[in-house]
T-cell receptor
Framework: QQQVKQSPQSLIVQKGGISIINCAYENTAFDYFPWYQQFPGKGPALLIAIRPDVSEKKEGRFTISFNKSAKQFSLHIMDSQPGDSATYFCAASMKAAGNKLTFGGGTRVLVKP | NAGVTQTPKFQVLKTGQSMTLQCAQDMNHNSMYWYRQDPGMGLRLIYYSASEGTTDKGEVPNGYNVSRLNKREFSLRLESAAPSQTSVYFC?????????????FGSGTQLSVL
């Protein structure tokens, strides 16, 4: 049973376009929602994260939107660049469970020049 | 600044063989983790260690054992490898970032079990 469901599995976007990745979760006890970025042959690295007391967080071209009532959160990559081509994972954790992360299935993003 | 170092990078095993994946971190982190990555399944936690001397099962621990040798090192052992254990394995260590864990991952070990 996957507690964090991520879609789509893959995404192709033109340079300058917007990439949107969605995640949905079941457990309302989750209280931390990070996104990790992974380049081929490398381990994932923390990209951006949000807590449920805010609805949006922006860092450069990356924005997380959070909808607590719908139990959904999404990553928007504005002005997508070829260097953004990577696999993106959403995740969730809760303090009550020792902050261990539960990851979504991943989205492979390809930005075409 | 090495971060998290995993060895080996690639390994091919025959069914029933055993092996140990090594992991070391130089960031003085208390917590360390072993994940496996499979297509469409994301990263699934195998075992973790919240501090030196402690280990706990994660989501998919069957067929694996771990050892937290000291604060720096956390190894993963496959006693009798099975084809279902073909995967990419990642070790990670974490730093509490404002009360939440920020994970630092190694570059992974690609394991094939024939």
């Amino acid at each position: 049973q996957q507690q964090v469901k991520q879609s789509p599995q893959s995404l192709i976007v033109q340079k300058g376009g917007i990439s949107i990745i969605n995640c949905a979760y079941e457990n309302t006890a989750f209280d931390y929602f990070p996104w990790y970025q992974q380049f081929p042959g490398k381990g994932p690295a923390l990209l951006i994260a949000i807590r449920p007391d805010v609805s949006e967080k922006k860092e450069g071209r990356f924005t997380i939107s959070f909808n607590k009532s719908a139990k959904q959160f999404s990553l928007h990559i504005m002005d997508s660049q070829p260097g953004d081509s990577a696999t993106y994972f959403c995740a969730a954790s809760m303090k009550a469970a020792g902050n261990k992360l539960t990851f979504g299935g991943g989205t492979r993003v390809l930005v075409k020049p | 600044n090495a971060g998290v170092t995993q060895t080996p990078k690639f390994q091919v095993l025959k069914t029933g063989q055993s092996m140990t994946l090594q992991c070391a971190q130089d960031m003085n982190h208390n917590s360390m983790y072993w994940y496996r990555q499979d297509p469409g399944m994301g990263l699934r936690l195998i075992y973790y260690s919240a501090s030196e001397g402690t280990t706990d099962k994660g989501e998919v621990p069957n067929g694996y054992n771990v050892s937290r040798l000291n604060k720096r090192e956390f190894s993963l052992r496959l006693e009798s490898a099975a084809p279902s254990q073909t995967s990419v394995y990642f070790c990670a260590s974490s730093d509490p970032l404002g009360g939440y864990e920020k994970l630092f991952f190694g570059s992974g070990t690609q394991l094939s079990v024939l």
